[in-house]
């Protein structure tokens, strides 16, 4: 049975470039690019090259980027480097609701520690968070406002410019996660502080994230014992990977998700809807990446239904993969004023830049059958 | 599938005894409030047996396994047995839960003591 992979806000499929030129780097490059002789040396370039190529496609300076190891690492670093360096004891932060488990849990292990204090911006019933909000909730002592650029759930785009020009000037730092090869990313434009990407969600390698740092943007470092990544992220750099990295991201950036994916999508929702009652949209069609559709099949539970799906040869989600295994109902989809059971009964599909018609026919039968047949057990 | 035993997707996709009879001696309900996990059997008893009985259950593939299972279980044993049901049995009977599906052998644990204590009165 052909499988059909609809999880790629988890994880998506390496880049063949990426996955070449990761060959050719651990064939061919063996050295600490730190160490000084040519292997060294060699090992550098090949992640200083990497970096140009990063910077590039981000229209950015060079030394404005730093890899990590992963976007959760990336946030983690960024959001407590920030509130580190900011003036005020504890400083207050505006986020969102329904951001990561790396940015919420983070900012939850800042307050427990007296570091900072948190506001958490609820999100319309649609999923967007209003940039008046975010201005809203700010204070004389407001540090650090960080907001993600698109919702890892629901695919919603945030109006990123128009919060950081309501700022009044506050650092913003966006988790850009589920952005990277779906909408442009612009963050010199935007006029962000800080923002996070991770290799593994546009067909680069797991165990990279990325870090832009605007010059002069204040942050005090939470990783000790090297300087390597402008002491960022002290340790061996993961050569491969990062090259890796550069790769694919200059591949998504060239072939970003287009119209055809929202096409895609669209006849994803129509033969869902068309097909079966009781569906609660999610995902805000005008206003969100083109490659997501999340869907609650009212009556049913989700996890019952993901797995009916695997069966029949479709990966899906009920959300985040990170807490695929927590039996709360979704923060995000609870946030957006949804029922519980609406919430427990959310699929997440998220398509790539592969995805095939012939896929879709097949994932809309799929889900007709199993929630048909799944709904007789209520 | 390393999430689920066989047991588990046998039952799920073939589930044995869905449904619910209009008339019968007992119905049982029992939720778990924690994950929104249903199950209800109705059930004819006859002396110290389950003579009929059919589940409708809402909730993750372990727990809807775990109506079909029940459903089995109660029609092959007697009262006394039925009493000494505990979770390990349950997880067994279930061909071995992970550690995120093992609130579903409470659940069966919980219905079979509703059952227990519910259990129909015989006439003199």
Known sequence: MQRCYLDNNATTSIDPRALEEMIEALRTCPGNPSSTHDEGTAARELVEQARARVAECLSVPTDCISFTGGGTEANNIILTGACLAARARPVHVVTSAIEHASVLETCWALESRGLAEVTYVAPTRDGHIRPHDVESALRPTTGLVSIMAANNETGALMQIADIVARAGGVPVHTDAIQVAGKEPLRPAEWGVDFMTLSAHKFHGPKGVGVIYRREGAEWKPVLHGGDQEFGMRPGTENVAGIVGTAAAFESSEQARLDSRCSLLRAQLWNGLNEQLDELTLNTPLEGSVANTLNVSFNGIKADALLLALNLAGVAASTGSACHAQDRRPSHVLMAMGREEKEARSAIRFSLSRWTTETEIEHVIRSVCEAVGRLRRFS | ?124
Request: proline share 5%.
């Open chain 2, 1 to 124: 599938m390393g999430q689920f035993s066989k047991t588990i997707i046998d039952h799920f996709q073939n589930p044995r005894n869905l449904g619910e009879f209009e008339s019968c001696d007992l119905t049982i309900q029992v939720g778990d409030p924690m994950c929104g996990d249903k199950i209800q059997l109705t059930l004819d008893c006859d002396g110290d047996r389950v003579v009929r009985t059919a589940f409708k259950a809402y909730g993750c593939a372990p727990t809807l396994a775990l109506g079909s299972v029940l459903t089995e279980v109660l029609l092959e044993r007697p009262l006394e047995s039925l009493e000494a049901l505990d979770e390990r049995e349950f997880n067994a009977l279930l061909g071995g839960l992970k550690p995120s599906q093992k609130h579903v052998a409470s659940l069966g644990r919980r219905v079979v003591a509703e059952l227990v204590q519910r259990w129909p009165k015989q006439d003199a």
